[in-house]
């Protein structure tokens, strides 16, 4: 499956984002895959952010970012979405969309498919 993740830009602290990533290519319908949400800062490893089931019923979250972003996706679109609120200088990082057959992809060996990244930053 490749994944495509877009949304991401310059944004001041205390704003919004929404990033978006579509999958297509896929051999498994759009869900047979948990989908997840992760960052890397420069400097820094590759975190988890957010991931998502395929109903959409079970979406962890890091710590980091609970109560201010939200996963959600479209199974009808092929698309999973991270709503970001409250951003933070802390948040600046290039993102990824990951999926995996069968499970939330919580951690970085969980993810089977990678998609190119997408930049947020957040100024303060």
């Known amino acids: 499956v490749q994944l495509q993740a877009s949304g991401g830009g310059l944004v001041q602290a205390g704003g919004s984002l929404t990033l978006s990533c579509a999958a297509s290519?896929?051999?498994?319908?759009?869900?047979?895959?948990?989908m997840g949400w992760f960052r890397q800062a420069p400097g820094k490893e590759r975190e988890f952010v957010a991931g998502?089931?395929?109903?959409?019923?079970?979406?962890p979250y890091a710590d980091s970012v609970k109560g201010r972003f939200t996963i959600s996706r479209d199974n009808a679109k092929n698309t999973v979405a991270l709503q970001m609120n409250s951003l933070k200088p802390e948040d600046t990082a290039v993102y990824y969309c990951?999926?995996?057959?069968?499970?939330?992809?919580?951690?970085?060996?969980?993810?089977?498919?990678w998609g190119k990244g997408t930049q947020v930053t957040v100024s303060s």
């Open positions: 290519g896929r051999t498994l319908p759009f869900t047979a895959y948990g």
């Open positions: 998502i089931d395929w109903s959409g019923s079970n979406t």
């Open positions: 990951g999926a995996s057959r069968r499970t939330i992809p919580t951690t970085n060996y969980g993810v089977e498919y």
